[in-house]
């Protein structure tokens, strides 16, 4: 299973049992899920991409309504950090990639070397390297 599936999981929950609360309450929720599926990266390298994304909601809100259209965005980054990212889908936007790049070049030392190969290597053949 995918761990972008056990996010948008948690999700549906959050739908459900939150739909009233505030976007503060939601987004803290989502957190939750995010953070459970990203065990393996360092937990300031997680509050860097779920603060970088939640600020591309805020950019990108012509497209999605709300955050938790958002979150199947989010997935697709839990799933390039989980080693399955889907290349033929190719769900992260091209402006992205550069700010997946950084976040490698900034986070390389504290991280698994095959997560940051696969990762370089996906940058490298999206044309996002310097």
């Known amino acids: 299973m995918f761990a972008s599936e056990r996010f948008r999981r948690h999700v549906n929950k959050i739908r459900k049992e939150f739909r009233t609360s505030p976007e503060s309450e939601m987004v803290s929720q989502i957190r939750r899920g995010f953070d459970f599926c990203l065990t393996s990266i360092p937990a300031v390298m997680r509050d860097d991409i779920f603060e970088y994304l939640v600020g591309r909601f805020a950019d990108r809100k012509t497209r999605y309504t709300d955050i938790l259209q958002y979150t199947d965005y989010m997935g697709d980054f839990i799933d390039l950090l989980n080693l399955d990212y889907d290349e033929h889908q190719d769900p992260i936007l091209t402006d992205d990639w550069d700010y997946v790049r950084e976040l490698m070049n ?11 190969n696969y990762v370089m290597e996906l940058v490298v053949r999206k044309g996002h390297i310097d």
């Open 106 to 116: 900034e986070f390389a030392g504290d991280l698994d070397m095959d997560l940051v």
